[in-house]
């Protein structure tokens, strides 16, 4: 993620929703949730493919369903995310 912002492939608007659901509040501070390479490329991937209102309702749909114990920190294909918003 940190790359494709730094190159310009995702903006700061993308890059902070994606943040968010890649990273913790702890009382130590903001520490990054174990996520595989391939879960971070594809928020990279649907960043740059999606609206930002689409990334800020998925990146919540997805925090709901993670917060439910239901779901992973994946992009969620179309027919999902049309259920949950």
Not at 15 to 26: C, D, G, P, W
Not at 32 to 43: K, L, M
Not at 58 to 69: K, N, P
């Amino acid at each position: 993620m940190q790359k494709a912002y730094k190159q310009g492939d995702l903006g700061r608007v993308a890059t902070q929703a994606i943040a968010r659901l890649l990273t913790r509040e702890t009382s130590a501070g903001t520490v990054p949730v174990r996520s595989p390479e391939a879960t971070q490329q594809a928020w990279v991937e649907r960043a740059a493919a999606a609206t930002i209102k689409r990334l800020h309702d998925e990146a919540r749909a997805v925090t709901r369903l993670m917060v439910m114990g239901t779901g992973k920190c994946e992009p969620l294909d179309d027919r999902a995310w049309h259920a949950l918003v």
